[in-house]
Structures are given as C-alpha cells and as structure tokens.
C-alpha cells in the first residue's frame, strides 16, 4: 500500500466491479444484484439478532446497549446516554495474522524520498 492509497476506501461500485471482473459470465447488473442480496442477507441476519460468522475472515455481532449516565464532554453535565444496538466485527486470527504480515512487509520496505 503506498501513501496515497491509505486512505483509499473500497466502495459498493468496485465491490461489484470485482465480482463482474471475477466472476466472469455475468453481467454487471447481475454482479450488482448479488452484491446487493449478500448486503441484504447480512443486514436481515443481524437484525434477528443473528451473529454472522465468516471463516477466515471474521465475526459481525449485533449487540444491544443498556441506557446510562454520561457527561457532555464540553460542559461536563450529566446526561442520559439512551440504549442502542451497536455492530461490532471482531476478525479472524487468519486475517489478523495476514494484516500483520502485509503491515510488517510495509514498514520494512525502503522509503524514496
């Protein structure tokens, strides 16, 4: 990953320009649609309180908060924080280790300057 490219974010569009390029034998609406089945399937798997597990990659887990007490950070005043559900992704040892070997190849790369 160079500088330029750290702040890069994959969006939905080259998700399903991946799966087109990939996939092959498929049209790039098809390619949408399943991007958009699989987003589908996850979002209603977790909202039945449902966790998703993918193997190799990671664990996505819906979690629901309880209200508490909390301090406006500006004035320092008391307020209630209301219950929520907050998603959490805890990732896989496999893809932790693959990040850490990437990052470790990174930094140890020759810098030009």
Known sequence: MTEESKDKRTTKFELVQAVYSELGGVSKKEAADLVDQIFELMKETLGQGEMIKISGFGNFVLRDKRERQGRNPQ???????SSRRVLTFKPSQLLKEELNVESATLSSAPRSG
């Open 75 to 81: 004035t320092g005043e008391p307020i209630v924080i």
